[in-house]
């Protein structure tokens, strides 16, 4: 029975097409360590997650949610919407130390929503034309615009965004440059994913190279060298490498192996027609001025 809902996105969008692949998964560790390294998300993280203590939980609710975001329904979109916007509600505190000291945070900050936001949008950006294919800027450009749709449906007052993929770039990268730093978050979090099954140090590096490759290898080199990770010309090599081989193998995958299964049962049952569905939450009132501060408020 196929549906006539196509959610936030439906069948006919760039954000289908992209995060239908399972190659993205690669990218995950970056955009975690770039959400960490930002002190004022560090400090909710460290104070208000379960990552740390139950990282495979944690990860499978993170899944879960976005896969609902993007392939469910209407109402599967706005429930789990709802669910996120519900949580942030509930993180706030106090940055413990490091540069941003004494400074408060609120999930509901609109700085903060997107630099989240930002982190995932840009790493499925990298993470796809790394280990996919390259994308035509067009393509880019509706990309983008589409995941201003889930950013709006989780707390990010309307007009507060980017406009553009040029005016995106630049507020990450000015992000970086004021305001990343080596959080002891951002830290554990990295140990985490670099050996996620506590192997003793002289096996997890051999044995998981191929998780070290693209999880330091994609991070900007900025945070690369605030975070102290080597990265030499051998390395990069290797992360080539792995970048030609997977660009290579993906298209001869069967569907079954090659996209996610939350795809796959969202491609069975769409209409190939259908129209996303217009849901912008707005949770104000909260000031388009607040979102273009990224710095936290004094206590």
Same mark, same amino acid.
């Given at each position: 029975?196929?549906?006539?809902?196509?959610?936030?996105?439906?069948?006919?969008?760039?954000?289908?097409?992209?995060?239908?692949? +399972?190659?993205?998964?690669?990218?995950?560790?970056?955009?975690?360590?770039?959400?960490?390294?930002?002190?004022?998300?560090? @400090?909710?993280?460290?104070?208000?997650?379960?990552?740390? $203590?139950?990282?495979?939980?944690?990860?499978?609710?993170?899944?879960?949610?976005?896969?609902?975001?993007?392939?469910?329904?209407?109402?599967?979109?706005?429930?789990?919407?709802?669910?996120?916007?519900?949580?942030?509600?509930?993180?706030?505190?106090?940055?413990?130390?490091?540069?941003?000291?004494?400074?408060?945070?609120?999930?509901?900050?609109?700085?903060?929503?997107?630099?989240?936001?930002?982190?995932?949008?840009?790493?499925?950006?990298?993470?796809?034309?790394?280990?996919?294919?390259?994308?035509?800027?067009?393509?880019?450009?509706?990309?983008?615009?589409?995941?201003?749709?889930?950013?709006?449906?989780?707390?990010?007052?309307? /007009?507060?965004?980017?406009?553009?993929?040029?005016?995106?770039?630049?507020?990450?990268?000015?992000?970086?440059?004021?305001?990343?730093?080596?959080?002891?978050?951002?830290?554990?979090?990295?140990?985490?994913?670099? +050996?996620?099954? +506590?192997?003793?140090?002289?096996? @997890?590096?051999?044995?998981?190279?191929?998780?070290?490759?693209?999880?330091?290898?994609?991070?900007?080199?900025?945070?690369?060298? =605030?975070?102290?990770?080597?990265?030499?010309? $051998?390395?990069?090599?290797?992360?080539?490498?792995?970048?030609?081989?997977?660009?290579?193998?993906?298209?001869?995958?069967?569907?079954?192996?090659?996209?996610?299964? =939350?795809?796959?049962?969202?491609?069975?049952?769409?209409?190939?027609?259908?129209?996303?569905?217009?849901?912008?939450?707005?949770? /104000?009132?909260?000031?388009?001025? @607040?979102?273009?501060?990224?710095? @936290?408020?004094?206590?």
């Amino acid at each position: 029975m196929q549906r006539s809902d196509a959610g936030l996105f439906g069948p006919g969008s760039a954000t289908w097409r992209i995060h239908r692949e +399972n190659a993205l998964m690669l990218g995950g560790g970056r955009a975690l360590v770039l959400q960490a390294s930002h002190p004022l998300v560090a @400090a909710g993280i460290e104070q208000h997650s379960r990552y740390l $203590t139950d990282r495979w939980g944690r990860l499978t609710h993170t899944l879960t949610t976005m896969r609902e975001l993007i392939y469910g329904d209407a109402r599967t979109a706005q429930r789990s919407a709802d669910r996120i916007v519900r949580t942030h509600a509930r993180v706030r505190g106090t940055v413990p130390i490091g540069r941003a000291a004494g400074r408060t945070y609120d999930a509901t900050d609109p700085s903060l929503i997107m630099w989240v936001w930002a982190t995932l949008v840009d790493t499925a950006l990298v993470t796809y034309q790394r280990f996919v294919k390259p994308l035509p800027v067009a393509e880019v450009a509706r990309y983008y615009e589409e995941q201003k749709r889930w950013a709006y449906a989780c707390g990010m007052p309307d /007009g507060c965004l980017p406009a553009r993929v040029a005016d995106f770039d630049g507020y990450v990268a000015e992000t970086i440059a004021a305001i990343i730093e080596p959080t002891a978050t951002a830290r554990e979090v990295l140990a985490v994913i670099l +050996n996620p099954w +506590n192997l003793p140090p002289a096996l @997890a590096r051999p044995a998981l190279a191929v998780l070290r490759l693209p999880t330091v290898g994609l991070l900007p080199p900025a945070v690369r060298s =605030a975070l102290s990770l080597s990265w030499t010309s $051998t390395d990069e090599r290797a992360l080539r490498a792995l970048s030609h081989t997977s660009r290579a193998l993906v298209p001869l995958l069967p569907s079954v192996l090659r996209h996610v299964p =939350a795809a796959r049962r969202a491609a069975a049952v769409a209409e190939p027609t259908a129209e996303a569905a217009d849901l912008r939450f707005y949770r /104000g009132p909260r000031s388009a001025s @607040a979102a273009a501060d990224p710095s @936290a408020k004094k206590s």
